[in-house]
Structure formats: C-alpha cells, structure tokens
T-cell receptor
Framework: AQKVTQAQTEISVVEKEDVTLDCVYE???????LFWYKQPPSGELVFLIR??????QNEISGRYSWNFQKSTSSFNFTITASQVVDSAVYFC??????????????FGQGTTLQVKP | DGGITQSPKYLFRKEGQNVTLSCEQN?????MYWYRQDPGQGLRLIYY???????QKGDIAEGYSVSREKKESFPLTVTSAQKNPTAFYLC????????????FGSGTQLSVL
C-alpha cells in the first residue's frame, strides 16, 4: 500500500531558527513523484516542490531546501532562518505515475509549524 | 487573475439535506479534484475528473456526488447519505495527469446544524 507519514504533528520554533520537517513514504512503484505543499491560515494549499523518483539531487530555493533519499524513503524539508510568515501547515504528498491509481495524490497528515517572533 | 474559486466559504447543512459546493476554474485545466480535510488526517480524495463528462471515485466517495458538464466547473454535492459531513473541502485542478502540480481553491468549511 502507498502511504505518507509525517510523524511531527506540531513544531514550534523561534524566528531565525532552522527547522526540518520530516516525510517518510511507502510505495512499491519504481516511478513516482513527491510533493510538498504549504497551507497558510487562508486555507489554500500552495505548491512548493515536485521531485520525481529518478532525481535524488537535493534542491535549494532561497531559504527552503529539500533532501530526497530513496535509501530511507524520505523527502525532508528544511527552512533556514525561519520567519513568522512561514507559520502554516505543511503537507508532503506522493503520486504514482503509470499505475491504475493515476489521479490520486496521497497526502501525509500534515505538520503544523508555528514560528514565534 | 487565473485561479480556482470555491463558494461558499462557510456552509451549514441541516439533517437530511443535500448541499452543493461550487468550484470554478479559469486556468483551462483539464483535470479537477475534490479533497476532504479533517483535523489530523491530512487530505483525502473524494472524486476526480480528468475530462469533461467523465469522473472517477476517490478513496471516500460514499455520500458524495459530482458532475462535470463544463471544463470550468466541478460541483460537489454532499448528500444526506454522508453521515459525517463536517469537514473542510478543497477543490483543485491540474493541466492533465496528476503528476502535474495541483492548484487549490481556498476551501469551503461545511458544518452540520
């Protein structure tokens, strides 16, 4: 079965601290895609990144970075020098290409990040 | 500006009543989706549609119905058969295959009176 686990339910940090959000996934497919979305208080999910299973390069975008490790089935997300505006719920998600389940995005439970001033 | 519009933002349902949540997109996307969000459970797929006049059940379709008569619109009806409808409902769209990123609306909070 396909599954995404975000073990951290809530994280609270002080502004300027670095914070890592963990994501562990399970899938039997060799081809799949991983995503991170941010849900601010307004409710709308905002796309952050997509990574395919063949690309294990880490990625950095400004204060955000992602560490994809197939050996441990993990796709962790780090925010450097956190800011109050980073406060949101963050979701990790898994999509499988070429399977009968095309059309399904499997989400983790979400991690609520609170950044205090 | 292009985007997805969900309405209403808040909706209340009485016992035995059907209610319909609206979702409209002007992104010219082929695929549209409905997700349900419950606290601590993440998002779960209710229905999705990859082309007009066609849709498929997701993981939790029981008690819900949809239609896709126009490319821009994908309304969700929560029927009286859905015994626990209180949740936050999110509509999304994508260009085509699900491996594309999803664009989300701002959601509808449905509560039972």
């Amino acid at each position: 079965a396909q599954k995404v686990t975000q073990a951290q339910t809530e994280i609270s940090v002080v502004e300027k601290e670095d914070v890592t959000l963990d994501c562990v996934y399970e899938t039997r497919d060799t081809t799949y895609y991983l995503f991170w979305y941010k849900q601010p208080p307004s409710g709308e999910l905002v796309f952050l990144i997509r990574r395919n299973s063949f690309d294990e390069q880490n990625e950095i975008s400004g204060r955000y970075s992602w560490n994809f490790q197939k050996s441990t089935s993990s796709f962790n997300f780090t925010i450097t020098a956190s800011q109050v505006v980073d406060s949101a719920v963050y979701f990790c998600a898994l999509s499988e290409a070429g399977s009968s389940n095309t059309g399904k995005l499997i989400f983790g439970q979400g991690t609520t990040l609170q950044v205090k001033p | 500006d292009g985007g997805i519009t969900q309405s209403p933002k808040y909706l209340f349902r009485k016992e035995g009543q059907n209610v319909t949540l609206s979702c409209e997109q002007n992104l010219n996307h082929d695929a549209m989706y409905w997700y349900r969000q419950d606290p601590g459970q993440g998002l779960r797929l209710i229905y999705y549609s990859q082309i007009v006049n066609d849709f498929q059940k997701g993981d939790i379709a029981e008690g819900y119905s949809v239609s896709r008569e126009k490319k821009e619109s994908f309304p969700l009806t929560v029927t009286s058969a859905q015994k626990n409808p209180t949740a936050f409902y999110l509509c999304a769209s994508s260009k085509g295959q699900l491996i594309e990123k999803l664009f989300f609306g701002s959601g509808t909070q449905l509560s039972v009176l």
